[in-house]
T-cell receptor, first 114, second 117 residues
């Protein structure tokens, strides 16, 4: 079946530190991979995505590369800001005849301190 | 640009009461979903719909019912609320890309916080 495993938090970093949040997946087909971000009191919003192996998704200084050989999609940012404090979810989308189903990790809470 | 709108945003129920959460989207999306979010468990799919008049069970459907009478609306009902249904509920919608690998992203509402006493 399909599943997503991401590193547990919470993660606390100082401003301008380097961020990595690990995400690995299990899929039966050829999924698309996503990172969603949830700011306090809000719904999830798409941060970046990749649709095939070796694709790199990027947005707002965040990057993630679709690695089929290691079944991973790790999120990275070179220099985090206080405004990046949020919960980050890794997800995969399964191309299924029964609908465009999504599978989410449990989320990683990030707090960036000045 | 409304996107996905959920009502109500907050609700407190007593055990055994019933209620309906309404989700409306104005993006003409085919697919709609209801998730619940609980601490340490991420998002879990309750029910989903691939088009008007269709519904299907997700990972945790027990205790919930849904209806999709109009393409833009997806209703989540609790017939007899239980404390275990205390959660934050999110509605989402997406679109298929016919003839291509499906890569349509999910668009989320702001959530509905339900407390069952």
């Amino acid at each position: 079946g399909n599943s997503v495993t991401q590193m547990e938090g919470p993660v606390t970093l100082s401003e301008e530190a380097f961020l990595t949040i690990n995400c690995t997946y299990t899929a039966t087909g050829y999924p698309s991979l996503f990172w969603y971000v949830q700011y306090p009191g809000e719904g999830l919003q798409l941060l970046l995505k990749a649709t095939k192996a070796d694709d790199k998704g990027s947005n707002k200084g965040f990057e993630a590369t679709y690695r089929k050989e290691t079944t991973s999609f790790h999120l990275e940012k070179g220099s985090v800001q206080v405004s990046d404090s949020a919960v980050y979810f890794c997800a995969l989308s399964d191309q299924s005849n029964t609908g465009n189903q999504f599978y989410f990790g449990t989320g990683t809470s990030l707090t960036v301190i000045p | 640009n409304a996107g996905v709108t959920q009502t109500p945003k907050f609700r407190v129920l007593k055990t055994g009461q019933s209620m309906t959460l309404l989700c409306a989207q104005d993006m003409n999306h085919e697919y709609m979903y209801w998730y619940r979010q609980d601490p340490g468990m991420g998002l879990r799919l309750i029910h989903y719909s691939v088009g008007e008049g269709t519904t299907a069970k997700g990972e945790v459907p027990d205790g919930y019912n849904v209806s999709r009478l109009k393409k833009q609306n997806f209703l989540l009902g609790l017939e007899s609320a239980a404390p275990s249904q205390t959660s934050v509920y999110f509605c989402a919608s997406s679109y298929p890309q016919w003839g291509m690998r499906i890569t349509g992203e999910l668009f989320f509402g702001e959530g509905s916080r339900l407390t069952v006493l």
